[in-house]
């Protein structure tokens, strides 16, 4: 608790023995004196409400009348006056600002301890960075840190700086950013991004980047600022509350006026005036919005929160909204649905030759060429390749390689290769892309090299679907084939390939034109030349973001591991916490009406109207924090 | 341009109501305020000085939430 909130609790806990001492004691002692009864109990009062009485009478002086400070004034201080005037009862008075004052006491904690847990969630700020001077290690701020700087990350650390690795091997913690709790293997050459935490060795990183360019305070930023990106909910409750409390306010008039009024020229009655001002004070205070306003933020906050907490960045709790109402999802493929690395599938040799034999030649044959192709059969071969035993290379445009092999010669290539040295060949029942491989003049079997789909495309594609998404929709640059066998693969509805970035915007663009409304369109990609789709889609998400500034720029949504099965976790969560705000919305709304109505038409006394109020606000807010848990929530 | 200040305010009516008294500040293009991260985010007018606006940010903040406070 902050010092302001233990201030607050003592004087709760002070007025609240005084107000019992004073309840138990004074009829013992047989105090019967009004004026003497108000006098003691404007103790407890002024020590619990001092406050609210200043800030009301501040929002008169500056005309902000209709604040839940005025409220709660007015409606004690008429139970004061009415206790002198007729019922001689002060202690509900007291009472009332006793409970609204642990009911904000309980609302101040509640809020500080879910930003503490989301603060808690989001420590990967780094609080500074290592750099080798004259006299060893100094520890210095990271913003100071220039781009090219040699830092040294220690075991326990966190990298404070995107940057490459210069010296050391290790293993780094990427939790914090990607809630992956494997931890990923890392030595000299690779990248690493600033919020990881360095595990085991120590680590030189050669900076390439600035601090506030740096994936840290980049993901900082944005889970900072996700909150001024209001959604649709909130803003008709700050609309709502701004007619709501004035309203209530005029009602509570009426209750203490009408009634009377017809009770005494209509029907002929006793008018009964404090029984009705009394009501119309219970109803004051009913009227303070509190718990719908509270609520509502508090939820989308603790829903972006328990997000993050999972790898996936909202930049706002308009996404947050929207992401619950999509129906259509497109994908881009490389990269998202698939790995976007060429990789040897299948191996497929003819007569004597084996697997390894073939792969081997064809690894030999093309150890000249950078294509991504020859990479792919190289690392698939996995060995190192003796230069020495390969001579007369040529590499023939559009065709192949033809090259001396350990004697033999050798040709690797594709169909036109094949024709042209005038060789039978067996094509392969899967597509992807082929290389035909002959060696002496022999065709001797052919190997198949795909783009691999992701482990859990399918399973994300399943996910989606029973998430409530109607259709899934995949674009692609590949040829149709390919992008027919991967759709078909996955179950993806529709595919449409071989489309230039510029396509992928036009295909969107029908795609929203054609859908209703209310249903919400998504893109999924993988931030490369994907940021014009990213942003004219109603909701964009970014895989894979680790280091991508332009995907966390462009997308609304930012997953920061590769894994397409977060998309379906992200739907989740945004119903898990649009459906908390809506239990909000309508059960505080439904309480506050039935008391209205209960204390118009049944006399319902203050005590049950303050015990409502601050009980439906500690249950929103009680409920609201359940948004922050998403831990349970499967991918 | 665009700013963020830190403000201290106690319930979330009140963060509204400063929103709307930071937004009705001259000089001031847009404004948010998010109770949750206590973090006021101003848009100022083309040309605006952000020091004198802010000032009158401040003092329309405290006019309708005694208790608040922006931290300039």
Redo the contacts between chains.
């Keep these: 608790m902050t010092k302001k909130q233990k201030k607050v609790l003592y004087r709760i806990i002070i007025s609240a023995v005084l107000l019992a001492g004073l309840m138990i004691l004074t009829p013992r002692i047989g105090i019967e004196n009004k004026w003497i009864l108000l006098v003691l109990y404007l103790v407890p009062y002024m020590i619990i409400g001092y406050d609210i009485l200043r800030k009301a009478a501040l929002g008169i002086y500056h005309r902000e009348v209709f604040d839940e400070n005025f409220l709660m004034a007015v409606a004690t201080v008429g139970a004061l006056v009415l206790g002198v005037w007729k019922t001689g009862d002060f202690e509900e008075s007291v009472a009332v600002m006793l409970f609204y004052q642990i009911g904000e006491l309980f609302q101040s904690c509640a809020v500080g301890k879910s930003r503490k847990n989301i603060t808690a969630l989001m420590d990967i700020r780094p609080d500074y960075a290592n750099v080798e001077g004259e006299n060893g290690l100094e520890q210095v701020d990271p913003e100071d840190v220039e781009v090219g700087t040699v830092i040294i990350v220690q075991p326990g650390e966190k990298v404070p700086i995107d940057g490459t690795i210069v010296e050391g091997v290790s293993t780094l913690n990427t939790s914090a950013l990607t809630g992956e709790s494997l931890p990923r293997e890392v030595k000299a050459g690779d990248e690493v991004i600033s919020g990881c935490v360095n595990m085991s060795g120590l680590l030189k990183v050669k900076t390439t980047k600035e601090f506030g360019e740096s994936t840290v305070s980049k993901i900082l930023d944005l889970v900072e600022n996700s909150s001024m990106k209001k959604a649709k909910s909130e803003n008709f409750i700050s609309k709502f509350a701004k007619v709501y409390t004035p309203l209530v306010c005029f009602a509570a008039v009426a209750v203490a006026v009408l009634p009377p009024v017809v009770n005494q020229f209509i029907l002929h009655q006793a008018p009964a005036w404090e029984n009705w001002i009394q009501n119309a004070l219970s109803f004051l205070v009913v009227s303070c919005p509190c718990a719908l306003v509270i609520s509502v933020p508090l939820s989308f906050f603790g829903g972006i929160g328990g997000a993050s907490a999972r790898g996936i960045l909202i930049k706002g709790s308009n996404y947050l909204e929207t992401l619950a109402k999509v129906k259509y999802m497109v994908f881009d493929k490389t990269g998202t649905l698939t790995q976007g690395v060429f990789q040897v599938t299948e191996i497929c040799p003819v007569g004597s030759m084996t697997q390894e034999d073939l792969l081997s030649y064809a690894a030999q044959v093309e150890s000249y060429s950078n294509h991504p192709i020859s990479r792919s059969l190289r690392e698939a071969y996995g060995k190192e390749i003796d230069n020495s035993q390969i001579s007369d290379v040529e590499e023939i445009s559009g065709h192949g390689v033809t090259a001396c092999v350990n004697g033999m010669k050798v040709a690797a290539g594709n169909q036109k290769l094949m024709k042209q040295l005038q060789l039978e060949y067996s094509e392969p029942q899967q597509v992807g892309t082929v290389v035909y491989v002959a060696v002496d003049g022999q065709y001797a079997g052919y190997i198949l090299i795909n783009d691999v789909v992701k482990e859990n495309s399918k399973k994300a594609i399943a996910g989606l679907k029973s998430a409530g998404v109607k259709k899934t929709v995949m674009l692609t640059g590949d040829s149709r084939p390919v992008a027919e066998s991967i759709a078909k693969e996955l179950n993806v509805d529709e595919v449409y390939s071989e489309l230039l970035p510029a396509d992928k915007v036009e295909q969107v663009e029908a795609l929203l034109a054609k859908k209703d409304d209310a249903e919400k369109l998504a893109f999924v990609g993988d931030g490369i030349n994907d940021a014009p789709v990213l942003s004219r889609a109603d909701i964009g998400i970014a895989m894979g973001a680790m280091g991508s500034d332009a995907a966390i720029e462009a997308a609304d949504v930012v997953l920061m591991d590769d894994d397409p099965a977060k998309i379906a976790l992200a739907m989740k969560i945004s119903r898990k916490t649009l459906g908390i705000v809506y239990q909000n919305i309508v059960f505080a709304l439904a309480v506050k009406i039935i008391c209205l109505l209960l204390i118009a038409f049944a006399g319902l006394g203050m005590w049950l109207a303050i015990l409502a109020d601050v009980g439906v606000m500690v249950l929103a807010v009680l409920n609201a924090t359940r948004a922050l848990y998403t831990k349970r929530l499967a991918a | 341009m665009k700013k963020?200040y830190k403000i201290e305010v106690?319930?979330?009516?009140?963060a509204?109501?400063m929103?709307d008294a930071a937004k009705a500040t001259a000089g001031v293009a847009d404004a948010?305020v998010?109770?949750?991260?206590?973090?006021m985010?101003v848009e100022f007018d083309e040309g605006a000085d952000v020091d004198t606006v802010m000032k009158a940010v401040a003092k329309a903040c405290k006019?309708?939430e005694?208790?608040c406070e922006v931290f300039l």
Excluded: G, H, R, Y
């Design positions: 963020t106690d319930c979330a009516n009140c509204l109501k929103e948010t998010s109770f949750m991260t206590q973090k985010k006019k309708v005694p208790d």
